[in-house]
Structure formats: structure tokens, C-alpha cells
């Protein structure tokens, strides 16, 4: 098995690169974030086009030059410590055939970020490197918990996160350890059968999604199931599942972790013997707690659940 490259510890005065890869942003969604970087001892430095906006049918933050033009330079400068996502959207397919590593592959660096980025840590992972699913800089103005933030800045200062989870009525049992791949569910679902996607074998997957209609989801499910996904994994951690459904119909609609959306998991997933944790803090959710793709998990699901890197 490829061994897994993590970058260094940031130290104080590190730069952080804050691109935006997907969608667009405006200044004022993005003052509070870039504020706590500097506040915590780092030195943010924004991508030349992190303020563009470019519509074509949606609102990119630029044009599909501009947005690969910004991630290779945050990729591959040598000044240049992590890279921050101001946010997702929509995007970052665009970007995944023409990333450079060059410079990359001699100084690796943290990418963080979740949702549409979950297409640019695939391919991080594809070549041997770890990253970050957590909270972008844009929700940082959305009332998300302080402590989303900060449990990202401990891993960029070489801290492992360990969680303690309440345990759940969907839980399936289990003791195991293994490789953490996943991300947003729909962006897992859209790499599929192309060379970008994760590799599921003896891996701990990890989902969760923001806005699918019951169908969609039920969709996705049954399309990892028809690939084999579940045949190959060791386990399973399921995350936020909310604004899911029908907003007038579903009495759960604002709730992080919709319990239909889980039962529909649950049922397409209980043959299985693999162990899963529901509930997980992470996702589309206000309190957003960061888990490292590619790095080795254990994973202890009884009647208490522990995570641990």
C-alpha cells in the first residue's frame, strides 16, 4: 500500500493561500475567516482571482483559466505552506485534468476544504497525498462553532484529531482501522468509473450531503452499491445529511442529520458486515469538526464510538 505523505507543521508566520476553485465570493463572506488565519499567527495570501466572478450558467470565480491559473500557483509556490478554499460550489471538476504537482511533490502542503472539494482531494490522494475536510473560509460568516476552525488550525500545527461521538441507532458495530477516503456524497458519486476517483479497497468511506431530493440520495447509494464500493470497504462514517428531501413536506429539513436520510442509508447498507458510525460532525453543518482524507482512522463502534487519527 502507497504510503500516505503528510505535510509539515505550519509555524507561526506561515503563509496560507486562500483561492477560490469553485464558486464566487464576495469580500464580506470571507473578512471573518481570513481574520482568524492572521489572528492565530498566519499569513494569509489570496489567489489573484479569489474575488472573480464569471457567469456561465453558474457563478464561477472566474473563468476555468483563471481558477486553474490560481490553484497552481497555491499548489506549487514555494512560499506558500496550505491552501484554504474559500468555499465550494460548483467547479472543481473543471480543474482536476490540468493541476501541476511539480513543486508540490518537494514541499507538500495541507489543501482544506469540503463539498466541491471533495473532487481535488480524490486526486490529492490519487498521488500519495493527505488533506484536509473541513470547514472553508466562506462559513466562517455563517454562525458555524469556533471549534470547527480550531480543530483545523491543530492539524495544520501537527495535532491529530480524536472525537468522541453519542452513540446511534443505525450504528453497526465493529473494531477496525484503515484509510479514510470520501467526502461530499454527490462528488463522490460524479468521480465514478473515472481515473479521479478514490480507491474504495480496505478503506474507511466517509459521506455526507447538503440539498438532495430522497431519490437522489436513494440514487447514489444504490449506484456505490451496483459499483461494488460496499463490497470493498472496511467501513463506513456517515455525516451531515441536511436540507434534504422537500422543504415544506420534511419536518427535518434545517436538522444536520436528517434520520430519513439515514434510515435510507441504513437500509441499503445493513447486508453489509462493515462497521458504520452515523452522526458524524461534518459536512454542510454548523458545527463542522475536520477529518483527515488519507489518513489511517480507528475506528471503535459499541456502545461508545471513538474516531481517532
Not at 472566474?62 to 509556490?77: M, P, S
Not at 447514489?220 to 445529511?241: D, P, R
Request: glycine letters at 10%; hydrophobic letters at 35%; aromatic letters at 12%.
Amino acid at each position: 500500500m502507497k504510503k500516505i505523505i503528510f505535510p509539515k507543521p505550519l509555524k507561526k508566520g506561515s503563509k496560507i493561500a486562500v483561492i477560490s476553485p469553485a464558486g464566487a465570493v464576495d469580500i464580506t463572506q470571507l473578512e471573518k475567516g481570513i481574520e482568524m488565519i492572521k489572528n492565530i499567527g498566519f499569513e494569509p495570501v489570496l489567489g489573484e482571482h479569489l474575488y472573480t466572478k464569471y457567469s456561465n450558467g453558474y457563478n464561477y470565480a472566474g473563468t476555468e483559466e483563471e481558477r486553474i491559473k490560481d490553484i497552481n500557483w497555491a499548489l506549487n509556490d514555494k512560499d506558500i505552506s496550505a491552501i484554504w478554499a474559500s468555499r465550494g460550489g460548483y467547479g472543481c471538476q473543471h480543474l482536476v485534468q490540468h493541476l501541476k504537482l511539480k513543486n508540490f511533490t518537494e514541499n507538500p502542503k495541507w489543501y482544506i476544504g469540503y463539498s466541491d472539494n471533495t473532487v481535488i482531494q480524490s486526486y490529492l490522494l490519487k498521488k500519495g497525498f493527505a488533506s484536509i475536510h473541513g470547514q472553508t473560509i466562506k462559513t466562517s460568516s455563517f454562525g458555524v462553532t469556533d471549534e470547527s476552525y480550531d480543530l483545523v488550525f491543530d492539524i495544520l500545527k501537527g495535532k491529530s484529531p480524536e472525537y468522541a461521538l453519542k452513540p446511534h441507532q443505525f450504528n453497526k458495530t465493529g473494531n477496525i482501522e484503515g484509510e479514510l477516503v470520501g467526502g461530499n456524497l454527490a462528488l463522490i458519486y460524479a468521480l465514478l468509473g473515472t481515473k479521479y476517483s478514490f480507491d474504495f479497497k480496505d478503506k474507511i468511506l466517509f459521506i455526507e450531503d447538503i440539498g438532495e431530493n430522497f431519490y437522489a440520495l436513494d440514487r447514489m447509494i444504490m449506484t456505490l452499491e451496483l459499483a461494488g464500493v460496499f463490497n470493498k470497504i472496511k467501513g463506513l462514517i456517515i455525516g451531515g445529511m441536511t436540507n434534504m428531501g422537500d422543504e415544506k413536506e420534511n419536518k427535518s429539513y434545517e436538522e444536520s442529520f436528517d434520520e430519513f436520510a439515514y434510515k435510507l442509508i441504513s437500509d441499503r447498507i445493513s447486508k453489509y458486515k462493515f462497521p458504520a458510525v452515523f452522526g458524524f460532525p461534518n459536512g454542510h453543518i454548523k458545527d463542522n469538526r475536520p477529518l483527515i482524507i488519507g489518513g489511517t482512522v480507528k475506528m471503535k463502534v459499541e456502545t461508545k464510538v471513538k474516531i481517532e487519527f
